[in-house]
């Protein structure tokens, strides 16, 4: 079918008390696992393709676009193309063409000040150019080239009056939220602040996305959804997933063929459960 704006999705997903599930795509088994496993569920899910991975792609955004598209399309579930933390400006204005119908911008390195003026920048852009935008306010940590960030620390939580001005000042049409969690978690341990998701659900006008939720155990997570958020991000399971099913078939067959469907089916499984956590089901 078509391709879903990822805003449709969410809006959906949020009028039935429910979270969308947003997960990054770094080759094209990634894209067709996850595919097939939001069929296997009937539920709909976001196929996001973010900076680096473009990176790892050489630097091309267009082919693993497209490729990524192209299973979209060929799936029976509703599937959208999001294009994820990019601070790239050439990324963001390359995004309409490629078929992204989102684009998280990424200024969360930046002052208040340079984060609020260059978001506020892209939302302008991506409105005119059909784009749902995402964007984070707080510290969620974890991305590649940063330290390691204590997601407990004080200062790193995002505070939901200023996450109400920096709505109202930008424009966005979902907010990424520090609550807890923090990125490439490779253990489910993360215990995320309910109270304040509860808070910043009430004084926030637009979704809420929790990044980081790899590192977050199903009760978390479905505790998440009841509190207000409503796009769940997940990339690190997935990898993990995905290369745990490597090691045990890599050494002794030279043929890629074999280990990449166990790979594949590896992340379809995860992918699966994912969807059906923040389902409700």
Same mark, same amino acid.
């Given at each position: 079918?078509?391709?879903?704006?990822?805003?449709?999705?969410?809006?959906?997903?949020?009028?039935?008390?429910?979270?969308?599930?947003?997960?990054?795509?770094?080759?094209?088994?990634?894209?067709?696992?996850?595919?097939?496993?939001?069929?296997?569920?009937?539920?709909?899910?976001?196929?996001?393709?973010?900076?680096?991975?473009?990176?790892?792609?050489?630097?091309?955004?267009?082919?693993?676009?497209?490729?990524?598209?192209?299973?979209?399309?060929?799936?029976?579930?509703?599937?959208?193309?999001?294009?994820?933390?990019?601070?790239?400006?050439?990324?963001?204005?390359?995004?309409?063409?490629?078929?992204?119908?989102?684009?998280?911008?990424?200024?969360?390195?930046?002052?208040?000040?340079?984060?609020?003026?260059?978001?506020?920048?892209?939302?302008?852009?991506?409105?005119?150019?059909?784009?749902?935008?995402?964007?984070?306010?707080?510290?969620?940590?974890?991305?590649?080239?940063?330290?390691?960030?204590?997601?407990?620390?004080?200062? *790193?939580?995002?505070?939901?009056?200023?996450?109400?001005?920096?709505?109202?000042?930008?424009?966005?049409?979902?907010?990424?939220?520090? *609550?807890?969690?923090?990125?490439?978690?490779?253990?489910?341990?993360?215990?995320?602040?309910?109270?304040?998701?509860?808070?910043?659900?009430?004084?926030?006008?637009?979704?809420?996305?929790?990044?980081?939720?790899?590192?977050?155990?199903?009760?978390?997570?479905?505790?998440?959804?009841?509190?207000?958020?409503?796009?769940?991000?997940?990339?690190?399971?997935?990898?993990?997933?995905?290369?745990?099913?490597?090691?045990?078939?890599?050494?002794?067959?030279?043929?890629?063929?074999?280990?990449?469907?166990?790979?594949?089916?590896?992340?379809?499984?995860?992918?699966?459960?994912?969807?059906?956590?923040?389902?409700?089901?």
């Amino acid at each position: 079918m078509p391709l879903v704006p990822t805003g449709e999705l969410v809006t959906e997903a949020a009028a039935a008390g429910r979270a969308v599930a947003a997960f990054n795509v770094v080759t094209l088994e990634h894209a067709e696992a996850v595919a097939t496993a939001a069929e296997e569920a009937g539920l709909p899910a976001v196929l996001q393709i973010s900076q680096n991975a473009v990176a790892y792609h050489g630097h091309r955004l267009g082919p693993i676009a497209a490729a990524t598209g192209a299973v979209a399309r060929c799936s029976t579930a509703p599937l959208a193309l999001h294009l994820d933390h990019a601070d790239s400006w050439e990324l963001v204005e390359a995004a309409p063409a490629e078929g992204f119908g989102s684009v998280m911008y990424d200024a969360s390195r930046l002052n208040a000040e340079e984060n609020l003026r260059r978001t506020a920048e892209a939302v302008r852009f991506g409105h005119a150019h059909g784009l749902w935008v995402e964007a984070e306010l707080g510290r969620i940590g974890g991305k590649p080239g940063e330290p390691p960030l204590d997601a407990h620390a004080p200062g *790193v939580r995002t505070d939901p009056a200023e996450a109400a001005a920096y709505v109202k000042e930008t424009g966005v049409d979902a907010l990424a939220v520090a *609550v807890g969690s923090s990125h490439a978690m490779t253990e489910r341990s993360a215990a995320l602040d309910h109270t304040l998701i509860t808070a910043l659900r009430s004084a926030v006008p637009v979704p809420l996305v929790l990044h980081g939720s790899s590192g977050v155990p199903d009760e978390e997570l479905a505790h998440a959804v009841r509190s207000g958020m409503t796009k769940i991000n997940i990339g690190t399971a997935l990898n993990q997933a995905f290369t745990s099913a490597l090691a045990t078939h890599l050494t002794d067959h030279p043929d890629p063929r074999p280990y990449l469907s166990l790979a594949r089916a590896a992340v379809r499984g995860r992918a699966h459960h994912f969807l059906t956590v923040l389902s409700g089901v």
